[in-house]
């Protein structure tokens, strides 16, 4: 037994405003035969107009400490750990407002930008700020608003992005309990940087001096090359740690991978050895959540496909930067708010 962040409350929240593959097909050169064939995605939420990614994360993190039974005050929330890639505004960090909002006073609070892997970054952040006893509970938020960085010239990624939010509260523990986090695996490779990017708005941009054209302040991605490069690298990640832990392939029960694309999901699965069935899936419902996709999948994955207490749990991610990393975990006495 040594010390561990152990995972004791998820909450996640999306806006109420679902738009089918039906308005979609109204809005842009699309249909609903090639957004399913390609993606699985039948219909994503987008945040109604005024609506923050902050907003969203508040309303998240409050669940979490729902779903653990405990006021702030109780929960001795000492750290909140914030990814996105859609912060309310490029400086300052969105965490410290969401730490005031949800109603906790003077705690560390921090913005991690790692796209689609930022969920996972973001809770081997935490861990390691818990195992390290610097922290003793730690609520880790992903949470984004794409509907406000999508090109709307852009079909392919306008119809695969939606808004949301997950969080969960991490407290002190030991590593033989459920819900404790058992290890990790982290990577990224700059050298795939363009293949995800907003070209404007950075210090890279504004240093030429010359304002941006109106498309370059949009999300752009590489399609095809990020569908390889996602494959290979959560199925390499994956396996690394679970080698590194001693778990086998057949003894993982759920891998709860980033909610790209369901082809992503399945061949990510069918590489690792894992029966399909076991790869949870919820992009149908919610889309490409980016940072928030993960806690919203495992959300899906207690509520709807019986993830029960004890069940070993991976978790995989993968994205711009490039990033990716995988976490794992034997799931723990927790329900979703
Ligand atoms: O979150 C970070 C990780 N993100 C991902 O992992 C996303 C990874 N990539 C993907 O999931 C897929 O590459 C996409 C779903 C983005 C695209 O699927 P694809 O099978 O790779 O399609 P494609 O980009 O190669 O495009 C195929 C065709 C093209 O037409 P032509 O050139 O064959 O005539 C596109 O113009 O589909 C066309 N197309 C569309 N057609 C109807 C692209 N977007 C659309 C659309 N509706 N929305």
Not at 25 to 30: A, G, I, P, Q, V
Not at 63 to 92: F, Q
Not at 221 to 233: E, I, L, P
Not at 244 to 266: C, D, F, K, P, T
Request: hydrophobic share 40%; charged share 20%.
């Amino acid at each position: 037994m040594s010390r561990a962040a152990v995972l004791s409350g998820l909450g996640t929240y999306l806006p109420p405003r679902r738009i089918s593959n039906q308005e979609m097909s109204e809005r842009f050169d699309t249909s609903d035969e090639w957004i399913t064939s390609r993606t699985g995605i039948n219909g994503r939420y987008w945040a109604d107009v005024g609506t923050s990614s902050g907003d969203l994360a508040v309303e998240a993190a409050t669940r979490a400490l729902k779903s653990a039974g405990l006021s702030p005050e109780e929960a001795g929330v000492d750290s909140l750990v914030l990814a996105t890639t859609t912060p309310d505004h490029p400086c300052p960090a969105t965490a410290p407002d969401v730490a005031a909002r949800v109603g906790l006073s003077d705690v560390a609070a921090f913005d991690i930008a790692a796209v689609c892997s930022g969920f996972v970054y973001a809770l081997e952040v935490a861990s390691n700020a818990v195992v390290s006893g610097r922290a003793d509970s730690v609520l880790v938020v992903g949470a984004e608003t794409y509907s406000t960085i999508l090109d709307p010239e852009d079909r392919t990624t306008s119809v695969i992005f939606g808004d949301g939010a997950g969080a969960v509260l991490l407290r002190a523990g030991d590593s033989a309990e459920p819900g404790a986090l058992l290890g990790f695996d982290m990577g990224a490779d700059g050298r795939q940087k363009d293949l995800i990017k907003i070209p404007a708005g950075g210090s890279r941009q504004r240093s030429n001096g010359v304002a941006p054209e109106a498309s370059d302040s949009y999300f752009t991605m590489q399609g095809r090359k990020v569908f390889a490069a996602a494959v290979q690298r959560m199925t390499d990640s994956s396996n690394k740690l679970l080698e590194r832990i001693g778990w086998s392939m057949e003894s993982v029960e759920r891998v709860v991978g980033h909610q790209a694309n369901v082809r992503i999901l399945r061949a990510v699965a069918e590489q690792l050895g894992i029966p399909t069935e076991r790869a949870v899936i919820n992009v149908d419902k919610v889309g490409n959540t980016s940072s928030a996709s993960i806690p919203l999948a495992l959300a899906d994955a207690v509520v709807e496909r019986n993830l029960g207490v004890g069940q070993r749990v991976l978790l995989t991610a993968f994205g711009g930067g490039v990033t990716w990393g995988s976490a794992a975990l034997v799931w723990p006495d927790v329900t979703p708010v």
